[in-house]
Nanobody
Framework: EVQLVESGGGLVQAGGSLRLSCTAS????????IGWFRQAPGKEREAVAC????????YYSPSVKGRFTMSGDNAENMVYLQMNTLKTEDTAVYYC????????????????????????????WGQGTQVTVSA
């Protein structure tokens, strides 16, 4: 029943910006932790950002902190990831995801803070949107 649909990916030059969007259904934003992770070819999944519903704060991985900003609109059931000062290293498929249980919510925060693989934290995610950053 939970569904997440990402959009907004594309091709940009290094130093440029993109804003990704995620439309969600099947759950209420304000009592779930929503996040973004990415996966580049040949690499493990990497948590990028999440909003922890317990405190309402956004958390970021070390590789994107200061460059990316995550936000949400509960009324519209949408989540955004504003990506600035993009680097070629940011090239990946980006997914939005949801953690439903208290344990998985805290795991989402912890994996995001570490920039680790959040697969064990999230219950569901979308099909992804491709972000390609050229030199």
């Amino acid at each position: 029943e939970v569904q997440l649909v990402e959009s907004g990916g594309g091709l940009v030059q290094a130093g440029g910006s993109l804003r990704l969007s995620c439309t969600a259904s099947g759950f209420t934003f304000d009592d779930r932790t929503i996040g973004w992770f990415r996966q580049a070819p040949g690499k493990e999944r990497e948590a990028v950002a999440c909003i922890y519903d317990s405190d309402g704060k956004a958390y970021y991985s070390p590789s994107v902190k200061g460059r990316f900003t995550m936000s949400g609109d509960n009324a519209e059931n949408m989540v955004y990831l504003q990506m600035n000062t993009l680097k070629t290293e940011d090239t990946a498929v980006y997914y939005c995801a949801v953690a439903l249980s208290p344990r998985r919510k805290t795991l989402a925060v912890r994996t995001t803070a570490l920039g680790a693989d959040p697969s064990s934290a999230y219950d569901s995610w979308g099909q992804g949107t491709q972000v390609t950053v050229s030199a």
